[in-house]
């Protein structure tokens, strides 16, 4: 069984940048996909970012060309760069990892964008 814990929430101006880092307890290389998702207060959760075992990437066009998703195999750790962060990026984002056909979560990072 996989466990996720996030980090790097934070609060940011709008303009800034922040990283968050996902953490897995078992090789990142034994998962199927892995990704983001967010859920800001009254809205469901909704995705971010996410990256198959292959390579493959994918970003809801919300936050296309301001963040970029990447994975350390070495250290198990799945990473979410985010630039030029909005107002409407305030969320609490989730970690996400399918393996062997179950899905795991994180306990979740918020994020709050504000001057």
């Known amino acids: 069984q996989a466990q996720l814990v996030e980090s790097g929430g934070g609060l940011v101006q709008p303009g800034g940048s922040l990283r968050l880092s996902c953490a897995a307890s078992i090789s990142i290389l034994s998962i199927r996909a892995m990704g983001w998702y967010r859920q800001a207060p009254g809205k469901q959760r909704e995705l971010v970012a996410t990256?198959?075992?292959?390579?493959?990437?994918n970003y809801a066009d919300s936050v296309k060309g301001r963040f970029t998703i990447s994975r350390d195999n070495a250290k198990n750790t799945l990473y979410l760069q985010m630039d030029s962060l909005k107002p409407e990026d305030t969320a609490v984002y989730y970690c996400?990892?399918?393996?062997?056909?179950?899905?795991?979560w994180g306990q979740g990072t918020q994020v709050t964008v504000s001057s």
């Open positions: 990256i198959t075992i292959g390579g493959s990437l």
């Open positions: 996400n990892a399918i393996a062997q056909f179950i899905s795991y």
